[in-house]
């Protein structure tokens, strides 16, 4: 079983930074591909980035391309999504989530652990 715990999240004025941290436990970390996922208020939850077992490989949602950077230390079984130039579309409920296998896949039924959010919020 792994558990996952999100934290970072908050209100920011559009154009500003957050970093959102997802610490997780379980013996298995470094074997796991890694995901953000974001819902907003009466939307589907949407992939956001997504990081491979060893960090080599990233991929991201159109959306967020070039703004925001997800990264991991295997070491502290920590996986992070640097946030910058944000928009008040960002706005919403961010989720990490771990899947049982090493390449970075987008749709949310492929992550098996999931963590209880993190509210972002940016004013305009």
């Known amino acids: 079983q792994v558990q996952l715990i999100e934290s970072g999240g908050g209100l920011v004025q559009a154009g500003g930074s957050l970093r959102l941290s997802c610490a997780a436990s379980?013996?298995?970390?470094?074997?796991?591909?890694m995901g953000w996922f974001r819902q907003a208020s009466g939307k589907e939850r949407e992939f956001v980035a997504g990081?491979?077992?060893?960090?080599?490989?990233?991929y991201y949602a159109d959306s967020v391309k070039g703004r925001f950077t997800i990264s991991r230390d295997n070491a502290k079984n920590t996986v992070y999504l640097q946030m910058n130039s944000l928009r008040p579309e960002d706005t919403a409920v961010y989720y990490c989530?771990?899947?049982?296998?090493?390449?970075?896949?987008?749709?949310?039924?492929?992550?098996?652990?999931w963590g209880q959010g993190t509210q972002v919020t940016v004013s305009s």
């Open positions: 989530a771990a899947r049982k296998g090493m390449a970075v896949v987008v749709a949310s039924y492929e992550y098996h652990y």
């Open positions: 379980g013996r298995t970390f470094s074997s796991q591909a």
């Open positions: 990081i491979s077992w060893s960090g080599g490989t990233t």
